[in-house]
């Protein structure tokens, strides 16, 4: 199982949106509706941030949503604020079994 | 109130063998499918294995026929067992609660494991 594809950084100013992408085949992310979301700073645990492609968990910001088209899926934070720099995660349900991670994306907040 | 905390973790030479622990509170493990996740230093996050609530089991290719995953409900203790060691296993392996249609909603904290002579 390949890992999904992300790309490696994105960097946005406060108040702007960012997208992050995600994407995988048509047996992962095409196939499933099955794709979740991470948040992870240094020396911490991954966070769930989105699961499900765009089902939010309690207590977490409404400026963080999922979309998917195709084989690739889509992270948007909107009004991006310095305490959301760090790197995000995507992660699909794959036919294997088990799931398969992106490979991460590292988000800067200039 | 849901806590994971894995132990276990440690300095393992090349072809050696240690188990992880992940013990559990506030829901029980024979509820939930339950996972483990790898982090390599300076790296991405790794699926590495799950168990399903009716004990099936599945492996990522990395690990397959060297892990083993299982759990004791008497103990709500979720656990890895790793064998045959290589330097490339290096890193922090957490455990993970999984939900309905797969989101990882609670995680441990981590364990380090370093394989080295």
């Known amino acids: 199982q390949s890992a999904l594809t992300q790309p490696a950084s994105v960097s946005g100013s406060p108040g702007q949106s960012i997208t992050i992408s995600c994407t995988g085949s048509?047996?992962?992310?095409?196939?499933?509706?099955?794709v979740s979301w991470y948040q992870q700073f240094p020396g911490k645990a991954p966070k769930l941030m989105i699961g499900?492609?765009?089902e939010r968990p309690s207590g977490v910001s409404n400026r963080f949503s999922g979309s998917k088209s195709g084989n690739t899926a889509s992270l948007t934070i909107s009004g991006l604020q310095a305490e959301d720099e760090g790197n995000y995660y995507c992660?699909?349900?794959?036919?294997?079994?088990?799931?398969?991670f992106g490979g991460g994306t590292k988000l800067t907040v200039l | 109130e849901v806590q994971l905390v894995e132990s276990g973790g440690g300095l393992v030479q090349p072809g050696g063998s240690l188990r992880l622990s992940c013990a559990v509170s506030?829901?029980?493990?024979?509820?939930?499918?339950m996972t483990w996740v790898r982090q390599a230093p300076g790296k991405g996050l790794e699926w590495v294995s799950v168990?399903?609530?009716?004990?099936?089991?599945y492996y990522a290719d990395s690990v397959k026929g060297r892990f083993t995953i299982s759990r004791d409900n008497s103990k709500n203790t979720l656990y890895l067992q790793m064998n045959s060691l290589r330097a490339e296993d290096t890193a922090v392996f957490y455990c993970?609660?999984?939900?309905?249609?797969?989101?990882?909603?609670?995680w441990g904290q981590g364990t380090l494991v370093t394989v080295s002579s």
């Open positions: 993970a609660r999984v939900v309905r249609n797969w989101p990882l909603d609670y």
């Open positions: 992660c699909s349900y794959a036919p294997s079994g088990g799931l398969v």
């Open positions: 048509s047996s992962d992310v095409g196939r499933y509706k099955l």
């Open positions: 168990v399903y609530v009716n004990g099936s089991a």
């Open positions: 506030g829901f029980s493990v024979s509820s939930f499918y």
């Open positions: 499900e492609v765009n």
